[in-house]
């Protein structure tokens, strides 16, 4: 229990809970403000790279703030008291994650009671749960990839790295498109760009990627803190 106490008050001393938090919700207001302008097109498509623009630098936030946890000796002072490194790390990655989840959770349901359905597509809600966990589910390997590299790198570092990796593979992901599953399908599905006979499956298969990929990143970070002297 205490762990995760220290976590919320350290992100919330760097003032960083809160826009992890506010991110989300600005994407979804955003998109509601374009769609009433430029149309229901426009509007999902910007809730699509609002969502990944907001996952994106969440991570990128999440990983400065563990730099700066190591950087300043909090962490060696926890480890020094025999709280398990693995286990430091596991609540650095479970209580910003779960803040970023629910708060992507929330920014989806505001989006999807603001934003009207398309012209003659059926309100379905078990399709609509799956698209905006599969749009929130790539914040996870981002975060734990951001952890990994923070273990051994500065805040600014840390924070250029998460946006200059994420850009880079954003790249064939964006070309890819729709034509195959991907850990970013999500982000086709808000954007309505993936056929609507199949989109409870393509999120489903996107959210199992995510969180493979998060398992790998957890455990490289968790390697990399072992090995890390402190």
Same mark, same amino acid.
């Given at each position: 229990?205490?762990?995760?106490?220290?976590?919320?008050?350290?992100?919330?001393?760097?003032?960083?809970?809160?826009?992890?938090?506010?991110?989300?919700?600005?994407?979804? !207001?955003?998109?509601?403000?374009?769609?009433?302008?430029?149309?229901?097109?426009?509007?999902?498509?910007?809730?699509?790279?609002?969502?990944?623009?907001? /996952?994106?630098? #969440? /991570?990128?936030?999440?990983?400065?703030?563990?730099?700066?946890?190591?950087? #300043?000796?909090?962490?060696?002072?926890?480890?020094?008291?025999?709280?398990?490194?693995?286990?430091?790390?596991?609540?650095?990655?479970?209580?910003?994650?779960? /803040?970023?989840?629910?708060?992507?959770?929330?920014?989806?349901?505001?989006?999807?009671?603001?934003?009207?359905?398309? !012209?003659?597509?059926? =309100?379905?809600?078990?399709?609509?749960?799956?698209?905006?966990?599969?749009?929130? /589910? =790539?914040?996870?390997?981002?975060?734990?990839?951001?952890?990994?590299?923070?273990?051994?790198?500065?805040?600014?570092?840390?924070?250029?790295?998460?946006?200059?990796?994420?850009?880079?593979?954003?790249?064939?992901?964006?070309?890819?498109?729709?034509?195959?599953?991907?850990?970013? #399908?999500?982000?086709?599905?808000?954007?309505?760009?993936?056929?609507?006979?199949? =989109?409870?499956?393509?999120?489903?298969?996107?959210?199992?990627?995510?969180?493979?990929?998060?398992?790998?990143?957890?455990?490289?970070?968790?390697?990399?803190?072992?090995?890390?002297?402190?």
């Amino acid at each position: 229990m205490i762990l995760p106490i220290h976590v919320a008050r350290q992100l919330w001393i760097q003032l960083r809970l809160i826009f992890l938090l506010a991110l989300p919700a600005v994407a979804a !207001v955003a998109a509601v403000i374009i769609d009433a302008v430029f149309g229901f097109t426009a509007g999902r498509l910007a809730l699509a790279v609002g969502l990944a623009a907001a /996952a994106v630098v #969440s /991570a990128a936030l999440v990983g400065a703030g563990f730099t700066e946890e190591i950087g #300043s000796g909090a962490a060696a002072w926890l480890v020094v008291r025999a709280v398990p490194r693995t286990a430091l790390i596991g609540a650095w990655l479970a209580l910003p994650a779960m /803040a970023v989840l629910l708060s992507f959770v929330l920014a989806g349901v505001l989006a999807g009671l603001a934003l009207p359905p398309a !012209v003659g597509e059926a =309100p379905d809600p078990v399709a609509a749960v799956v698209t905006i966990v599969a749009a929130a /589910a =790539p914040a996870l390997p981002l975060t734990a990839a951001a952890l990994a590299v923070a273990v051994a790198a500065t805040w600014r570092v840390t924070f250029a790295a998460i946006i200059v990796g994420a850009a880079i593979v954003a790249v064939p992901l964006v070309l890819l498109g729709e034509s195959a599953v991907h850990p970013a #399908s999500g982000y086709w599905l808000v954007a309505g760009l993936v056929p609507a006979d199949r =989109p409870i499956t393509v999120g489903l298969q996107a959210i199992g990627l995510c969180l493979a990929l998060a398992a790998l990143a957890w455990g490289l970070a968790a390697f990399r803190f072992l090995r890390r002297d402190l």
